[in-house]
């Protein structure tokens, strides 16, 4: 008789999961620091009416450039066309009496000499003359004031850069009563960002500046856009504000950037980056290679036994695409980059070699 076993034939186990791995480096990086800031033009000038008066004439394109000197508005000139005319008549008029009374002076002089005639006389003559040179000298500053509020009618651009919208419209009353904004210029060759730092932040740059002997000033900045995209020229620090707003606690500060281009505009999200340490001989993870759980970052290493261990681990500040570690690792442990949800404590796994560098992480800006 033939005996037919009711056992089913146990299954063999699956093969160890494949993961990629990369060997823990260690070099010296620099580290950086962002602020969240907005662009504005590194000259802002309001362009405002001097003089009262109907609007003739909006002389510019909005939202274009300008060039210093160019013609942006035309007030009605007309009365002060007419207020100049009057005030240099006024003046000739001052002249020819001036002119009068200096001849009687001259006349009088050696008359009063000979006692032809009384010293009083004299005197009098001498008065009249001082009289309508004050007279003249007054009449002069009118006819200056005068044509200096009619060159006021033509309102032209003091800076070169990008033009705003116009405030006011044709035949709008403007300068009544005040000096009345008509729109802004901005310079945005080069552009500003403007950000703030905190009270702990700028105590601790301070200091690190102070050891390196570095000024502020030469600190190499970078401008990162709203797409993520970096702008292709570095800055400088142009500007620190002489005290901290309590308010907010905070230090005004602005960047410089060059933009030959003009392609920034003022009103545009940036953030500004600087490195503002340099650690040394730092061990460096990919960010990706990070887990956490209950608040705690963690890796998966790989022993020589192709084992996976979960390690907690003390992370210090973000470099790239990388993380320094601080405490948990050493240089050349293996830890897991890629099939992180395929591992889990005390499983056995078949490493593969990641095609990422260390370089690649850290220079990922």
Not at 2 to 9: D, M, N
Not at 227 to 240: C, E, M, N
């Amino acid at each position: 008789a033939i005996l037919v076993s009711c056992t089913p034939e146990e299954k063999p186990a699956p093969p160890p999961p494949i993961v990629t791995v990369i060997a823990v480096g260690q070099q010296s990086v620099p580290v950086y620091s962002e602020w969240i800031g907005q662009t504005r033009g590194s000259q802002n000038v309001e362009i405002r009416a001097r003089v009262e008066g109907f609007l003739e004439r909006v002389a510019y394109q909005e939202g274009q450039f300008v060039q210093a000197g160019q013609v942006m508005y035309q007030i009605d000139p007309s009365k002060y066309r007419a207020a100049l005319s009057q005030s240099q008549g006024m003046l000739s008029s001052a002249e020819a009496n001036l002119g009068r009374a200096t001849q009687d002076v001259v006349r009088y002089k050696p008359l009063v000499a000979e006692n032809a005639i009384s010293r009083e006389e004299y005197e009098t003559a001498v008065s009249i003359q001082r009289a309508n040179e004050a007279t003249v000298t007054a009449q002069r500053g009118t006819v200056e004031k005068s044509r200096l509020d009619l060159s006021y009618c033509t309102v032209t651009s003091p800076i070169s850069g990008l033009a705003g919208k116009t405030e006011v419209q044709i035949g709008n009353l403007v300068g009544r009563g005040d000096n009345t904004l008509l729109t802004t210029v901005s310079k945005i060759d080069p552009i500003r960002v403007r950000f703030s730092l905190s009270e702990q932040e700028l105590l601790r740059y301070r200091r690190r500046l102070r050891e390196s002997g570095a000024a502020a000033t030469e600190l190499e900045l970078t401008m990162l856009l709203s797409d993520g995209s970096v702008h292709p020229y570095k800055g400088k620090l142009a500007l620190a504000d002489n005290a901290i707003d309590p308010a907010t606690g905070t230090l005004l500060l602005e960047a410089e950037f060059p933009n030959p281009d003009q392609f920034l505009r003022p009103g545009q999200f940036a953030r500004v980056r600087a490195a503002v340490q340099r650690k040394v001989d730092a061990l460096l993870v990919p960010q990706r290679s990070i887990t956490e759980l209950q608040g705690q970052a963690r890796v998966a290493v790989v022993d020589e036994k192709n084992k996976v261990t979960f390690r907690n681990v003390l992370l210090g500040p973000r470099v790239g695409n990388a993380y320094v570690v601080e405490v948990g690792l050493n240089k050349g442990e293996r830890i897991v980059v890629d099939g992180l949800q395929k591992v889990r404590e005390g499983l056995m796994v078949q490493p593969k070699p990641s095609t990422l560098t260390l370089d690649s992480l850290v220079n990922k800006f």
